[in-house]
């Protein structure tokens, strides 16, 4: 076979190291693989049903493979749920400090991009997937948990509290729920209720409130 200049260029650029960006792509290339191919066996199996050694040849790598991005059958189902939530409380920290805890939510809810409070159809799908096994419920506490600590941190910013205070932690824990009162109002009635203008109503009942 003859190689011509443009062939040979590119086969000398496959033979260099990958660059740090082109590596963390193909990371996520694989790690969003993984999560595709085991929400689709959930479907079809069920999550009991479904080994981990089949979610790997489902996506072309090996079962060490999967465990060098996750450590769980949980952990890769809720994959996309986490990045939503830690997309969402990363857009409120980087609000103006000036605001209150509730007005930085209330901020980015109504931004252009929404931080993602608005599902695409494969996300819709997924979550209403992920609503049906049980037992994912621990899981998805102790991440919320999790996502309740960042928020308390930032929380005590705006109020200048230490993150230990109960009012900082009523009000973390306060906004936390109600992220997932709208989800729960959403996940009921998909068709009808829009999550981000639960999400906004939980958010302004929740001010009402406090």
């Not at 082109?22 to 929400?39: C, I, P, S, V």
């Not at 465990?67 to 769980?72: H, T």
Request: hydrophobic content about 40%.
């Amino acid at each position: 076979m003859v190689m011509t200049r443009e062939s040979a260029a590119a086969q000398d650029q496959d033979s260099l190291p990958a660059s740090p960006g082109r590596r963390e792509r193909k990371k996520q290339e694989t790690r969003d693989r993984l999560h595709r191919a085991a929400l689709k066996l959930f479907a079809q199996q069920g999550f009991q049903q479904t080994r981990i050694s089949e979610i790997a040849e489902a996506a072309d790598v090996s079962e060490s493979t999967f465990f060098r991005y996750f450590e769980s059958k949980e952990g890769v189902a809720l994959e996309g749920l986490r990045r939503r939530a830690q997309a969402n409380v990363e857009a409120v920290c980087a609000r103006p400090a000036d605001e209150s805890p509730i007005d930085a939510c209330l901020a980015v809810n109504k931004s252009p991009d929404s931080a993602g409070f608005r599902p695409s159809p494969e996300e819709a799908g997924e979550f209403a997937l992920l609503a049906t096994i049980p037992e994912l419920a621990p899981r998805v506490m102790a991440m919320g948990q999790k996502f309740v600590n960042i928020l308390a941190e930032d929380v005590a910013r705006r109020l200048g509290e230490p993150a230990s205070s109960v009012r900082v932690r009523v009000q973390a824990h306060a906004l936390n729920m109600a992220g997932t009162a709208a989800m729960e109002a959403w996940l009921s009635d998909p068709t009808r209720v829009d999550l981000q203008a639960a999400a906004r109503d939980a958010l302004l009942e929740l001010k009402r409130g406090l």
